[in-house]
């Protein structure tokens, strides 16, 4: 974001409102530090932003290659091209009663990285997807982030974004449930390396009785999942739990 | 995509923090879906949600009216809004329940509480999210108090610089609470953020104010 030096009057009320910690004001004016920016769009907005003169404006290119990223990702009222959800993966549980995403006997993870408030560079990404890419993860094609790697087997980014920073985005994979503790031993020994931190989910399917399998393997893990989740009550249509014998 | 996940606090401060999200599925079941959404739009309100909104224009926190976030349902609509009590939750569940729109319905809250309401309702849930935690770099974060509040915006626009100007202006009485509540819930594009769980907050941190 940019602002138009002739309207601000350096009042300052757009200051806390950045999430990155980006504008500061000097010589009586605020400007945006433009590396820091991670084009979130809060400060553009009217309605959040009480700024009294509307001095902010979007960048000229914005939304263009590779700075671009940064709005779509940071962004949640942009709507991505290739999954037509706004915001920054799939729709992970949300709909999985119709999209069969993840069916019993698998699990899906997500690994957000930047969440909470501290934000994340694709450099600390690719940390971790060439970690997960080594022990054999599949990364879901219609995740935005996927669509950046130019060698989706090794998690390899396109180095054209390596200077991009974002709010957050996630790597979002699904796996058989047999495969749950590589993959978080993995997570936890990737975690150490990163200059951010991520927010992290396990998604998967209840049983007929009711019970969740990941339960145990967590137990052993020393894992405890925290006390609120989000929960699809499989009231979608057509409904979908059971993998098809020639998908799997 | 988890943006209502990973919301941080006491398990007596989240007890009675509910957020509702019914969604079409693109490319499965969102053709026609649009007065479908509509019609979850009015149960929502009847119940009486402790916010609304819509990606695609704000909230009630922001001034918009239901029947504007009506009109702004797109061709993959989706409802986002929260409740702050188990019994409006459970109430909003039996309506959808009734309606059966075929739509998928998700519930992010105490998951205990969730699945105990679902099975009084007669409804078998189908996958569930689960938080593991925050890993990476958490020296650097802000502190808890701060992290209830960002933590109800999963998109993170809450800036945890707004939080703390505003739990410092509600202890020198420069706002209430509620004035508080509401600012630091504005730029939650979504309608997830729950304004009377953070009053409670902000009463919990400025217990003079």
């Known amino acids: 974001m940019l602002v138009d030096q002739e309207k601000c009057i350096g009042c300052g009320v757009c200051i806390p409102y950045c999430p990155a910690k980006a504008i500061s004001v000097t010589n009586k004016k605020a400007v945006v530090d433009q590396d820091a920016c991670l084009e979130c769009g809060n400060c553009f907005r009217n309605d959040v932003v009480p700024c009294p003169t509307a001095a902010f404006y979007e960048k000229p290119g914005i939304y263009e290659e590779p700075r671009g990223i940064r709005r779509f990702f940071s962004d949640p009222t942009t709507t991505h091209s290739v999954t037509k959800v706004p915001g920054r993966g799939t729709e992970e549980v949300k709909t999985n009663d119709v999209t069969g995403r993840i069916c019993r006997g698998e699990i899906g993870i997500a690994v957000e990285l930047g969440r909470p408030c501290m934000g994340t560079t694709m450099i600390d990404f690719e940390k971790a997807t060439t970690a997960l890419a080594a022990i054999g993860v599949v990364f879901e094609e219609a995740n935005p982030l996927t669509q950046l790697m130019i060698d989706k087997k090794k998690g390899l980014i396109d180095p054209k974004y390596k200077t991009e920073k974002l709010i957050s985005a996630i790597i979002e994979f699904g796996a058989p449930i047999s495969q749950l503790a590589t993959i978080l031993e993995t997570v936890k020994a990737v975690a150490q390396s990163l200059d951010t931190v991520f927010s992290l989910d396990l998604m998967c399917c209840f049983e007929e009785d009711g019970t969740l399998p990941v339960l145990p393997v967590l137990a052993e893990l020393g894992m405890q999942p925290r006390g609120n989740s989000k929960i699809n009550l499989g009231m979608g249509r057509p409904f979908k739990i059971i993998r098809e014998s020639k998908e799997a | ?209």
Not at chain 2, 27 to 51: Q, T, Y
Not at chain 2, 81 to 110: N, W
């Open chain 2, 1 to 209: 995509m988890t943006h209502t996940l990973h919301r941080r606090g006491s398990e007596e401060s989240l007890k009675n923090d509910y957020v509702l999200l019914v969604t079409a599925a693109s490319g499965i079941n969102h053709v026609d879906s649009r007065e479908k959404l509509l019609k979850v739009l009015e149960v929502v309100w009847e119940v009486g949600p402790a916010n609304v909104g819509s990606q695609h224009l704000g909230t009630i926190l922001q001034g918009y009216s239901l029947e504007e976030i009506k009109a702004a349902l797109n061709e993959v609509p989706r409802v986002r809004c929260c409740f702050s009590s188990k019994e409006k939750m459970q109430e909003i569940i039996r309506r959808l329940k009734e309606l059966d729109l075929g739509m998928s319905v998700t519930v992010e809250g105490p998951t205990e509480d969730i699945i105990t309401f679902s099975e009084e309702l007669g409804i078998k849930p189908h996958s569930i999210n689960l938080s593991l935690d925050i890993w990476g770099k958490k020296e650097e974060l802000p502190s808890e108090e701060i992290l209830e509040f960002v933590t109800m915006c999963g998109h993170g626009l809450i800036s945890q610089y707004l939080v703390k100007k505003l739990i410092e202006d509600v202890k020198k009485g420069r706002k209430t609470p509620e004035q508080a509540a509401v600012q630091i819930g504005i730029p939650c594009v979504c309608g997830i953020y729950n304004p009377d769980r953070a009053t409670e907050l902000l009463r919990k941190y400025a217990p003079n104010s």
